[in-house]
């Protein structure tokens, strides 16, 4: 039988893969890419304008009525939408940084280690409908890089009312802070805080732990869904302990978690992150967060939260030094 098209193929988070599950991403048709690249590239080499408004009109036109015919690998890699609804009651949240067109929750399945993980080694599909955590804000901020984001008066987990947040800081270089919240709904606040779930005991494990057991627990699976093929080349889907990598740094309040990662203290990680900032317009990117289970009574694993990134102009929707979120 066929696997399940939507199942991103994951690695181990040490780096390493399982003899199935080394697999490349998605192959996407890039005729549509190429044709735009084309067009562009006559624009600039001295053609006059009126002759590249023509051009950019005939690019809009094609992609209106022209639809890309999948073939049957198509079918295969491409992700397809999310087959369910989050269930429980939709959290109300304050006005976001960034316009939501820009952001949402991921629609892709991820592998993750099942309930009998550490006798057969077998990951199971996880819809992103079952996540823990719903993605409450993305901010993005242009400005010298401070730590302990939640600390300064213009965050955004001051103004929401959710009973806990989980927020992950990336200092990207040179000077981008991008930010992610993930809100605990108010019905799970009881299961997820004080009970007695696989997934309660791996939170409070990372909670009152140290550090180093933090950077061996939160595990970042980036997916590059959409973009030039030298991005998808260099962001593989690979579930990783970035703690391990990079310097990632703590904080706490009484109604949140922070993970500072410092991206700039890794060279292929920085290489990495300077082409997804000047490709950021044409890419679509998904991060999913992990807690990883290494005991048999923290598994299965489970998705805490998940963000999809689209087409971002930075220079557009970045917050300068001074600027506070909108009322």
Known sequence: MDADPRVWREGDADGGFDSDEDAPGPTWSQAPAAEEDVLRAEAVEGMDERTA?????????????????????HHHQQPQQRMGRRTGRKTEHPPCPISRKHWCESDLLYKLRGANYLED???????????IFELGAVDLINRKHKEHICAQEDSWV??????????????VPPCYALVF??????????????????FARVLQGFLDGSDEHRNRTFKLIPTAVEGPWLVRKAVRSTPTLIGCRLLQTYHFGKNYVEVDVNIATNRVAQRTCSLLVGAMKGVVCDLAIVLEGKEEDTLPEALLGTVRMQKVDLAEVSRKEGEFLPT
Not at 62 to 67: G, L
Not at 121 to 131: A, F, G, I, M
């Open 158 to 171: 001051h103004r929401s009312s959710a009973p806990f947040h989980f927020v992950l800081y990336l200092m």
């Open 53 to 73: 408004e023509g051009n950019q009109a005939l690019l809009r036109r094609r992609k209106t009525s022209q639809a890309v015919v999948p073939t049957a690998a």
């Open 121 to 131: 080694h077998v990951k199971e599909p996880v819809d992103c409908t079952e996540s």
């Open 181 to 198: 919240y993930w809100v605990l709904p108010e019905h799970k606040r009881e299961e997820v805080l004080e009970g007695d779930t696989p």
